[in-house]
């Protein structure tokens, strides 16, 4: 069956401009998340979403928001962008909420701001 | 809070074996997985273990976890230079915080 899709791979914005990235889960997985990867920080969650209801939510500032559809595909959009917003965005869906579950990886959205 | 740290580079032969460390500080994890990530791509599960186990094995994979230390350990056999990739440790921490708290990685670089 087919793997977690990101849309697009790749993306350039300037500073101040916004972005959407976009994550089709597993056929029949019920939860995504999102995870931010940087070199100084390492992988650190943004937020979860299960039911098309924000579960959990990291520290990060509001100009980064999500939502999930009903077919449990999710976006996630981040405003007002600044150049420490460059990172590798990496959605994980899951058949169910909790990290009991285990997560599927995408081959994430590689987002530069210049 | 929680906290995950690995070794930041390991440096094998062709076909010896690695392995590869995880210390954590919040033991209230019921699962803890490896992943692995390749050059440009996102994390492919590898495995994981639960808590209240001490050792998995999974084909050329063994993992261990000293629930008493904090440690977790991926060993890796007959390592092959496709193996060489970063690995991710993370602590999947359910209920009301349900994320998973990655480790800093570990770069392995498999010598032919």
């Known amino acids: 069956k087919a793997g977690v899709t990101q849309t697009p791979r790749y993306l350039i914005k300037t500073r101040g401009q916004q972005v959407t990235l976009s994550c089709s889960p597993i056929s029949g997985h019920r939860s995504v998340s999102w995870y931010q990867q940087t070199p100084g920080q390492g992988l650190q969650f943004l937020f979860e979403y299960f039911s098309e209801t924000q579960r959990n939510k990291g520290n990060f500032p509001g100009r980064f928001s999500g939502r999930q559809f009903s077919n449990s595909r999710s976006e996630m959009n981040v405003s007002t962008l600044e150049l420490g917003d460059s990172a590798l965005y990496l959605c994980?869906?899951?058949?169910?909420?909790?990290?009991?579950?285990?997560?599927?990886f995408g081959s994430g959205t590689r987002l530069t701001v210049v | 809070g929680e906290d995950v740290e690995q070794s930041l580079f390991l440096s094998v032969r062709e076909g010896d074996s690695s392995v590869i460390n995880c210390t954590y500080t919040d033991s209230s994890s019921t699962y803890l997985y490896w992943y692995k990530q390749e050059p440009g791509a996102g994390l492919q599960l590898l495995t994981y273990?639960?808590?209240?186990?001490d050792m998995k094995q999974d084909q050329r994979l063994t993992v261990l976890l000293n629930k008493k230390d904090k440690h977790l350990s991926l060993r890796i056999a007959d390592t092959q230079t496709g193996d060489s990739a970063i690995y991710f440790c993370?602590?999947?921490?359910?209920?009301?915080?349900?994320?998973?708290?990655f480790g800093t990685g570990t770069l392995l670089a498999v010598q032919p």
């Open positions: 993370a602590g999947g921490y359910g209920g009301a915080t349900n994320k998973l708290i």
């Open positions: 994980a869906s899951s058949l169910e909420e909790g990290a009991n579950y285990g997560y599927t």
């Open positions: 273990i639960f808590s209240n186990m």
